[in-house]
């Protein structure tokens, strides 16, 4: 299993090496080679998949002399991973390598077509990125998220999510008991707003001023997790009694499947794995793509859901508290739509996702080392 760096590349690899084991293979026969650089030894410590971490980090587009400099540091580590990776491959002679995406992906990739091993991708966002560009044409298959991606011998499996988050539950006594757990309101319609475990500062510089336009009102109200940078300004600044009694902000949160069953809608970013989960769980939303990823791949996660009705998306320019009241408004207003967009949002999920690519990859497991 290769790649890692980010929980989005990682987290469909272990639900992909835990379908694997859970269709008989041997646990220890399962080898993840990632990165150094990113939270793989925390993510994987204690799992039981021998693991072995390369150095590297991504290429950052900017020619800025500091970025040229940090590049060609990156491009020395990843010379040092391949020749690191090539000797991995060549003394493990493995049946198969899976490719899950990111710079961290590509040592073991590129020593297994070197090497003549069966390659397979695994592609989670609806655009994919440089390095399944580069290798889609040489993998035996691409399991990719949703339908439409554009890699060559392409099969959809959907995207794996935890088990926790693909059994919520939406009815209405659901989201009383998710928002008792939660502090919150039970009988107020509930907006759930998030940025990732970083947070997103427009995001949460839009929910400021949703409160403000939000102020008169006690029949809405808001579980914000802030995300952990920009915690102690948001709390400094909320510190004071304000006029919204129904707010209730967190530096982060774990309960995910929990907050999911507590939304009325939810306002996020547009992660590959932030949208397979709302799709999961059928849970409604505002998708606010992060400006600048690369290949904007998150506009195209987002125009997933927004085509079949299960999300509205806001451009980040367009994100402030005026705009995001208008059209939480108007969402929370008309009776029905909402359930009707989570209804149209579970249509995309895939619980079975996670089996799905184990199946594609033994297909193309060659029978023996050779």
């Known amino acids: ?18 379908s694997l084991v859970s269709r008989g293979h041997d646990r220890e026969a399962i080898e993840f080679v990632g990165s150094s650089r990113g939270q793989d030894r925390i993510a994987l410590d204690g799992r039981g ?31 040092i991973a391949l020749v690191r990776a090539l000797g991995l491959v060549a003394s493990r002679r493995p049946r198969v390598v899976v490719s899950v995406g990111g ?16 390659l397979v991708l695994v592609n989670v966002d609806a655009a994919p990125g440089v390095a399944n560009r580069l290798l889609g044409r040489f993998a035996r298959a691409s399991a990719v998220g949703w339908p439409g991606t554009r890699l060559p011998r392409a099969v959809v499996t959907g995207t794996p999510v935890r088990t926790d988050i693909a059994a919520v539950g939406r009815s209405a006594d659901d989201r009383r008991a998710a928002r008792r757990v939660l502090g919150l309101p039970t009988g107020s319609p509930t907006v759930v707003v998030f940025g990732g475990s970083l947070g ?28 952990r940078r920009d915690w102690e300004a948001t709390e400094a600044a909320s510190a004071s009694p304000g006029p919204h009694d129904q707010v209730v902000r967190v530096p982060y949160e774990e309960r995910m499947a929990t907050v999911y069953a507590a939304a009325d809608v ?18 409604p939303s505002v998708l606010v793509p992060l400006p600048g990823a690369p290949g904007d791949h998150q506009t195209a996660n987002a125009r997933v859901l927004e085509r079949v009705n299960g999300a509205v998306l806001l ?54 080392p050779q």
């Open 266 to 283: 939810v306002v996020c970013r547009a992660g590959a794995m932030t949208v397979a989960e709302l799709a999961a769980a059928g849970v």
């Open 103 to 118: 710079y961290a992906s590509l040592p073991a990739s590129l020593g297994a077509l070197a090497l003549g091993v069966p």
């Open 49 to 79: 998949f021998p693991f072995t971490l390369l150095p590297g980090r991504g290429i950052n587009r900017s020619m800025r002399p500091r970025v040229i400099v940090q590049n060609l540091g990156a491009l020395v580590g990843l010379g």
């Open 200 to 227: 997103a500062r427009s995001i949460n510089a839009a929910v400021a001023g949703l409160v403000e336009q939000w102020k008169d009102r006690d029949d809405r109200s808001i579980y914000h997790i802030v995300g």
């Open 315 to 368: 451009a980040d320019a367009d994100c402030d508290g005026h705009r995001l009241a208008i059209v939480l408004d108007k969402l929370l207003a008309e009776d029905g739509v909402l359930d009707a967009m989570g209804r149209a949002a579970r249509s995309l999920g895939r619980p079975d996702a996670a089996d799905a690519g184990a199946q594609v990859v033994e297909k193309h497991a060659r029978s023996g």
């Open 1 to 18: 299993m290769a790649g890692g760096g980010t929980a989005g590349h990682l987290q469909p690899a272990l639900a992909i090496a835990e």
